[in-house]
């Protein structure tokens, strides 16, 4: 077994060295297949939703792996890879910045879904815009607006930027509007009214009570923040318009007076000149 059978490279390769080395490259390849198969039902159950992606993540971790192990094997037989690897390495970086935002995408994707800050389903405001979030992928994530747009985000966006999650721990939302009535009103019917009205809301989230305060005493009106909570972020919009309407019917049915603002003028003719005398 130790009786050299070859010279490669300036090497002598006896037959230990030999099978050593094929164990080592066979074990490489069976290593790498579990490990890209791993990695693919990972994903796909963490929430990527898109097998291209995934099966991408995996052929990369699997040429990764059989890289690695194919060097140690051609080590192992006493080949010298020191050109070899100086020669790649000089590739990679070249490669490197070819490849710079492609591969910072990657890998924010990566740390989103090592985090698990942002998935899919999740309502999110990015760059001033609510979105729900559709599909997760390893590069970009794709998201769709309250009016059926999609928008594709580079996960680097995601990673490097602020982003508000309304999901993240619950799905509660806070929905908020502002009306005023007369200086002249019974302030106590005006809280009595608004509180009946929006207890009773039907859409509302019942571990929440609303929560009514006399904002501030303004030009014309006295202000109140009417408030309720929602389980569903994504529909603000049609819940902010129910709650208007809840809040305009409540007090119209009660004769409590919205204020608005009015300007009184008040014109004072000019007085008439003396005549001479």
């Keep these: 077994m130790n009786r050299p059978l070859v010279t490669l490279g300036g090497a002598s390769i006896n037959g230990l060295t ?52 194919f060097s140690v094997a051609i080590h192992t037989l006493g080949i010298n890879l020191t050109a070899f690897f100086a020669a790649g390495a000089v590739f990679a970086i070249a490669l490197g910045f070819a490849m710079q935002n492609i591969t910072q995408n990657f890998v924010s994707g990566l740390i989103l879904l090592v985090e698990r800050t942002i998935k899919p389903g999740d309502i999110i405001e990015v760059e001033g815009r609510m979105v729900r979030v559709t599909k997760l992928g390893m590069r970009a994530t794709v998201t769709r607006t309250w009016d059926s747009e999609d928008y594709i985000i580079p996960n680097s966006v995601l990673v490097s930027s602020t982003v508000k999650n309304f999901t993240l721990r619950d799905r509660m939302y806070r929905i908020r509007t502002t009306v005023g009535v007369a200086y002249e009103s019974d302030m106590n019917q005006v809280f009595e009214v608004l509180l009946k009205a929006t207890e009773g809301i039907e859409w509302r989230h019942p571990s929440k009570e609303p929560v009514l305060l006399m904002k501030q005493f303004g030009t014309s009106s006295v202000d109140f923040d009417v408030s309720v909570w929602v389980d569903d972020p994504f529909a603000r919009s049609k819940s902010q318009s129910d709650l208007n309407q809840v809040v305009w019917w409540a007090l119209k049915d009660a004769g409590i007076t919205i204020a608005f603002p009015q300007l009184d003028v008040h014109y004072e003719p000019p007085k008439a000149e003396a005549a001479p005398q």
């Design 18 to 69: 030999l099978l050593t080395s094929i164990a080592i490259a066979l074990l490489t390849f069976v290593l790498a297949r579990v490990l890209e198969k791993g990695i693919v039902r990972y994903l796909s159950r963490e929430g990527v939703q898109d097998e291209g992606s995934a099966g991408a993540t995996g052929r990369l971790i699997y040429y990764s792996v059989l890289l690695v192990g």
